[in-house]
């Protein structure tokens, strides 16, 4: 699934956009992407969320950072109580903006690091999620002054919490790395954009302008694992995607995701998930 770019709604009072998103039936898988940061905190909703090559649960309370241009989406699988809606309380910012904000500010500097930390997602602890579980219900009701005095709020609380996991495969941040970051940027777009066709490593050593054994040491110290480990979690998580959201044969959504065997597939989806896809299938729909 080929994650689409999504424009972001603006509005002439704010210079950041925001959503509480009520969603009676469910929701949708929309496998997308965007230049800003995302903070969402999920209520009344369990389910899956996708974020990069990361696939995991959420429950009421979720509470995530997804990091600019990391495709991304959740699909529910039921409301806690029947008789509310889904909700997803969503707060965007761009990072550039909010460097201008942060800028010479010695008080906002645990959100730069934030943003730093958080470029391909973080999932906050529970008592984060509790902690401004108010400020985030609120923040859509507020002038447009007290809303961005609010964000910076929530952000500076969330920036503190160290029990906060990554998600996706994270790049090194070494300075060191930096020479390279162009090169593996052009090497993950192009898998994020193929990896349910052929792709060879001859193919992406080109795309990276270094040799095959060259391809394997950039891409190992940006992202701690090997061309092939990556791109299995993304076919995976691809599948767990259509097995959750769709009524598809196993056999159309192993094709789907790039598996010409079968056989390979249920062997790697098992190797990852501990289940087979029948059985991850059935378990997501139990609940």
Same mark, same amino acid.
Not at 82 to 104: C, D, N
Not at 198 to 207: F, G, H, N, S
Not at 222 to 242: E, F, K, N, P
Not at 259 to 270: D, G, I, K
């Given at each position: 699934? =080929?994650? +689409?770019?999504?424009?972001?709604?603006?509005?002439?009072?704010?210079? !950041?956009?925001? /959503?509480?998103?009520?969603?009676?039936?469910?929701?949708?898988?929309?496998?997308?992407?965007?230049?800003?940061?995302?903070?969402?905190?999920? *209520?009344?909703?369990?389910?899956? =969320?996708?974020?990069?090559?990361?696939?995991?649960?959420?429950?009421?309370?979720? $509470?995530?950072?997804?990091?600019?241009?990391?495709?991304?989406?959740?699909?529910?699988?039921?409301?806690?109580?029947? @008789?509310?809606?889904?909700?997803?309380?969503?707060? !965007? +910012?761009?990072?550039?903006?909010?460097?201008?904000?942060?800028?010479?500010?010695?008080? *906002?500097?645990?959100?730069?690091?934030?943003?730093?930390?958080?470029?391909?997602? /973080?999932?906050?602890?529970?008592?984060?999620?509790?902690?401004? =579980?108010?400020?985030?219900?609120?923040?859509?009701?507020?002038?447009?002054?007290?809303?961005?005095?609010?964000? *910076?709020?929530? $952000?500076?609380?969330?920036?503190?919490?160290?029990?906060?996991?990554?998600?996706?495969?994270?790049?090194?941040?070494?300075?060191?790395?930096?020479?390279?970051?162009?090169?593996?940027?052009?090497? *993950?777009?192009? /898998?994020?954009?193929?990896?349910?066709?052929?792709?060879?490593?001859?193919?992406?050593?080109?795309?990276?302008?270094?040799?095959?054994?060259?391809?394997?040491?950039?891409?190992? =110290?940006?992202?701690?694992?090997?061309?092939?480990?990556?791109?299995?979690?993304?076919?995976?998580?691809?599948?767990?995607?259509?097995?959750?959201?769709?009524?598809?044969?196993?056999?159309?959504?192993?094709?789907?995701?790039?598996?010409?065997?079968?056989?390979?597939?249920?062997?790697?989806?098992?190797?990852?998930? @501990?289940?087979?896809?029948?059985?991850?299938?059935?378990?997501?729909?139990?609940?």
């Amino acid at each position: 699934m =080929r994650a +689409f770019l999504e424009v972001l709604p603006r509005q002439s009072d704010t210079s !950041w956009p925001m /959503l509480n998103r009520r969603l009676d039936d469910a929701i949708p898988f929309e496998w997308h992407h965007h230049p800003e940061f995302e903070l969402t905190l999920t *209520l009344n909703s369990a389910g899956q =969320r996708f974020i990069g090559d990361h696939t995991g649960e959420y429950e009421d309370g979720d $509470l995530v950072l997804v990091g600019p241009n990391l495709p991304h989406t959740w699909a529910s699988r039921e409301k806690l109580d029947p @008789g509310k809606p889904h909700r997803a309380l969503v707060l !965007w +910012f761009h990072p550039e903006w909010m460097r201008q904000m942060t800028a010479g500010a010695v008080e *906002l500097r645990p959100i730069e690091q934030l943003m730093a930390r958080g470029q391909n997602g /973080l999932q906050f602890s529970r008592q984060t999620g509790e902690a401004v =579980r108010a400020e985030f219900e609120t923040i859509f009701d507020r002038e447009p002054a007290e809303r961005l005095l609010s964000l *910076l709020a929530i $952000l500076g609380q969330v920036a503190a919490d160290r029990q906060a996991v990554p998600l996706a495969s994270a790049p090194g941040h070494q300075p060191a790395l930096q020479e390279s970051r162009e090169r593996i940027d052009r090497v *993950l777009t192009h /898998l994020h954009v193929n990896y349910a066709g052929p792709v060879t490593l001859e193919e992406l050593a080109d795309i990276a302008a270094l040799s095959v054994s060259g391809l394997h040491r950039m891409f190992r =110290r940006h992202t701690g694992t090997t061309v092939s480990d990556y791109l299995i979690r993304m076919r995976i998580g691809d599948a767990c995607a259509r097995l959750s959201s769709t009524n598809q044969p196993v056999a159309h959504i192993a094709d789907a995701v790039g598996y010409a065997s079968l056989a390979n597939f249920n062997r790697q989806f098992r190797a990852e998930k @501990g289940m087979t896809p029948r059985d991850y299938r059935a378990h997501f729909r139990k609940g």
